[in-house]
């Protein structure tokens, strides 16, 4: 009964930026870990940036300095600022969160539909 859903994906040239949202909602108690994945055409899933539920952040070697990732707990929303965008940034972007639902211990990780982002040269 989780469902997470990603916005701000979009074309723009290289240099550029975009934000990208994802948004939790459901059957929620509490939300553990979020992160942030892409993933290219013929190319596995791969890790952009996490943060932890207490604000704790790490970000792949690809995009330090470029990318910050946050989150508003009480909206359940995470966010990915993306500067100085790079063609080879194009993919598709995916959130995932570790949730707990109502009445539940333990977390269940949850992932959104993805979200393109195309940056030309």
């Known amino acids: 009964q989780v469902q997470l859903v990603e916005s701000g994906g979009g074309l723009v040239q290289a240099g550029g930026s975009l934000r990208l949202s994802c948004a939790a909602s459901g059957s929620i108690f509490s939300i553990n870990n979020m992160g942030w994945y892409r993933q290219a055409p013929g190319k596995q899933r791969e890790l952009v940036a996490t943060i932890t539920n207490g604000g704790n952040t790490d970000y792949a070697d690809s995009v330090k300095g470029r990318f910050t990732i946050s989150r508003d707990n009480a909206k359940n929303t995470v966010y990915l600022q993306m500067n100085s965008l790079k063609p080879e940034d194009t993919a598709v972007y995916y959130c995932?969160?570790?949730?707990?639902?109502?009445?539940?211990?333990?977390?269940?990780?949850?992932w959104g539909q993805g979200t393109q982002v195309t940056v030309s040269s």
């Open positions: 995932n969160a570790g949730v707990r639902n109502p009445g539940r211990s333990s977390y269940k990780d949850y």
